[in-house]
């Protein structure tokens, strides 16, 4: 049968013919640093847009610092600024999301599923720093598996998710129990950069405190659970300031001894990398079979300007 195919049908696949890349990063505010090491590490980003909200504030700061530039736009607006990016970019995004929701885990799914959402409209991929947090993600890859774009996730060398920033610095769930069998299973706390600038705030998400100002009850709450140490996690990176004063002085309010391991970022980059590999090489191939429709198509065209037929 013979059906005709018209010069739209020919413009149309001139238009779908990029390599242009958007990832985004969506990520809990405790991954700020493991955030920007991975922006710092990946030197084939052209552009990096930043989702603007109340919670992207240090982020900024440290990027700043760390001499990475960036745009601020609204999230209705990135959708049409990646769009008019040029055909080759690879561009990321960065959404940033709030400590709180820890204090509310149906709202911490429902938020990152509904961000996932919208943002997968204009993506290519979704890498979450999250880990399970409560399990509450644990079904994240069976419920958003219909969107648009692939959705990736914190994973150990066993291809689990982890159990949370914790655990994403340490090597993984095993990792994290040998670590404490190590310490002859004294009550610690462990603690990150992140967490140790953000600890009143995180007690108060937690259900420690009712009041973040309120140290004297956090001092009560560790006591009677029977703390005795504080594990300061060496994670290598040194965007967070005075991260070995923050550690003294969470001590010294506590009266717990400081415990030292250093951590691993194995995890966080063997994710993110082999993730964005993989969707890096997916827009290569589909670029190279839409080229190779274009060019058919192209040779098809320059033999006359008369509506074409295609035997089917």
């Known amino acids: 049968m013979l059906v005709p195919i018209s010069k739209p049908l020919i413009q149309y696949m001139y238009k779908e013919d990029t390599c242009m890349t958007v990832m985004n990063i969506t990520g809990c505010r ?9 922006l710092c590490r990946d030197s084939r980003i052209d552009d990096i847009i930043i989702i603007e909200n109340e919670e992207c504030t240090g982020m900024v700061q440290k990027m700043e610092k760390a001499g990475l530039s960036y745009r601020f736009l609204p999230l209705d607006e990135v959708s049409d600024e990646c769009g008019s990016a040029s055909s080759d970019s690879y561009v990321i995004t960065i959404n940033i999301m709030g400590l709180s929701l820890h204090g509310d885990p149906k709202c911490l799914r429902e938020q990152v599923y509904m961000n996932v959402k919208k943002i997968s409209d204009f993506s290519d991929g979704i890498f979450l720093f999250y880990g399970l947090c409560g399990n509450v993600l644990k079904r994240i890859d069976k419920d958003l598996e219909q969107l648009p774009c692939p959705v990736s996730i914190l994973r150990d060398s066993d291809g689990r998710i982890v159990d949370d920033c914790i655990g994403a610095v340490v090597g993984g769930r095993k990792s994290f129990l040998k ?21 009143q ?61 250093e951590g691993k970022q194995d995890i966080i980059n063997d994710s993110f990398f ?27 065209g320059s033999e006359s300007e008369k509506p074409m037929l295609r035997t089917v």
């Open 30 to 38: 405790m991954f700020e640093d493991e955030i920007i090491d991975i």
């Open 179 to 199: 670590m404490i069998a190590g310490f002859n299973r004294k009550s610690t706390i462990v603690m990150t950069p992140m967490w140790v600038q953000n600890w």
């Open 201 to 261: 705030e995180m007690f108060q998400h937690s259900g420690f405190i009712e009041n973040r100002e309120d140290v004297e009850m956090a001092k009560f709450v560790l006591d009677s659970m029977g703390y005795e140490a504080v594990i300061k996690i060496d994670t290598g990176l040194q965007y967070t300031e005075d991260y070995d004063k923050k550690i003294e002085d969470f001590a010294k309010i506590f009266q717990l001894n400081i415990l030292e391991i």
């Open 274 to 300: 082999g993730f964005r590999d993989r969707i890096l090489a997916g827009k290569i191939m589909s670029s190279v079979v839409v080229s190779g429709s274009r060019d058919v198509l192209n040779e098809i």
